[in-house]
T-cell receptor, first 113, second 117 residues
């Protein structure tokens, strides 16, 4: 299955600032997915990122708050903008594979103070 | 709309017990079912993938079954160990006929497993 390197693993940020999370995949993939996991909750899909096109956002998530880049088939970034304490969550990227299903990055644990 | 439910929400067992985690879903049509493990504050580790055409998968002490007619999947863990303590998540997703397009994952709320020595 694909191997995903996600950075940073954790960060503590001041409210009003932005954080960019990176995911690097060891193989070319068409779609990459970004998830948020709020404390004590299950995962919620933020957006699907296709190379060469705008990301598709789920209901409740907007591009201004969570801009996504997908410059090539192995890399994507998610930015959490103008952060507030409510953005404190674990953020995860994921890719799908026909044989192995979905693979996830190790997660970014974000705390906004 | 697919909905996934996991029972129980939490489970605490002594080391060595065999245990079963349950996952139910509302729409079984061409959905694959994947089980994950999540350690606190970490990402998800895939345990087993059951494709829509399959009935079960096994890996070591883990066995997962899929019953589409009843909309249920179970994860069986044999001879549990303290290292098995984690949150276990099941998730369903659609795949097109060619296997080239994946639908989004719909997750259950998870089962928090504690195995005490």
């Amino acid at each position: 299955s694909a191997v995903i390197s996600q950075k940073p693993s954790r960060d503590i940020c001041q409210r009003g600032t932005s954080l960019t999370i990176q995911c690097q995949v060891d193989s070319q993939v068409t779609m990459m997915f970004w998830y948020r996991q709020q404390p004590g909750q299950s995962l919620t899909l933020i957006a699907t990122a296709n190379q060469g096109s705008e990301a598709t956002y789920e209901s409740g998530f907007v591009i201004d708050k969570f801009p996504i880049s997908r410059p090539n088939l192995t890399f994507s970034t998610l930015t959490v903008s103008n952060m507030s304490p409510e953005d404190s969550s674990i953020y995860l990227c994921s890719v799908g594979d026909r044989l192995y299903g979905y693979t996830f990055g190790s997660g970014t644990r974000l705390t906004v103070v | 709309k697919q909905e996934v439910t996991q029972i129980p929400a939490a489970l605490s067992v002594p080391e060595g017990e065999n245990l079963v985690l349950n996952c139910s879903f509302t729409d079984s049509a061409i959905y694959n079912l994947q089980w994950f493990r999540q350690d606190p504050g970490k990402g998800l580790t895939s345990l087993l993938l059951i494709q829509s055409s399959q009935r079960e998968q096994t890996s070591g002490r883990l066995n997962a079954s899929l019953d589409k007619s009843s909309g249920r999947s179970t994860l069986y863990i044999a001879a549990s160990q303290p290292g098995d303590s984690a949150t276990y998540l099941c998730a369903a997703f659609r795949v097109n006929a060619g296997g080239t397009s994946y639908g989004k994952l719909t997750f259950g709320q998870g089962t928090i497993l504690t195995v005490h020595p």
